[in-house]
């Protein structure tokens, strides 16, 4: 079982990034997934999650609004549309199965600074 994120960077306050993650070594169209992320100083905490069809979606309260989770099941890969960042949106982001207890990818960060 593999993650790939990608799509992280420098971005202003209120600004957008679109975060990417290609999964392999399961049949990525059984398994609900989920992103996390994990700022400096702080333990790794759930953002968003998705059902296995994406007809449902959970937000973690700060980022409800401004970030959408989304999945395509012929490419592997779910997403982590994050819109009107703020600095405290600042980590290193990643995706896995939910509740698996599968390894982690080496993460993609996110900085929002001006």
């Known amino acids: 079982v593999q993650f790939v994120e990608s799509g992280g960077g420098l971005v202003q306050p209120g600004g957008s990034l679109r975060l990417s993650c290609v999964a392999s070594?399961?049949?990525?169209?059984?398994?609900?997934m989920s992103w996390y992320r994990q700022a400096p100083g702080k333990e790794r905490a759930l953002v968003a999650h998705?059902?296995?069809?994406?007809?449902?979606?959970n937000y973690v309260d700060s980022v409800k609004g401004r970030f959408t989770i989304s999945r395509d099941n012929g490419k592997n890969t779910v997403y982590l549309q994050m819109n009107s960042l703020k600095p405290e949106d600042t980590a290193v982001y990643y995706c896995k199965r939910h509740n698996w207890a599968d390894s982690w990818g080496q993460g993609t960060q996110v900085t929002v600074s001006s």
């Open positions: 070594g399961f049949t990525f169209s059984n398994y609900e």
């Open positions: 998705i059902t296995s069809s994406g007809r449902r979606t």
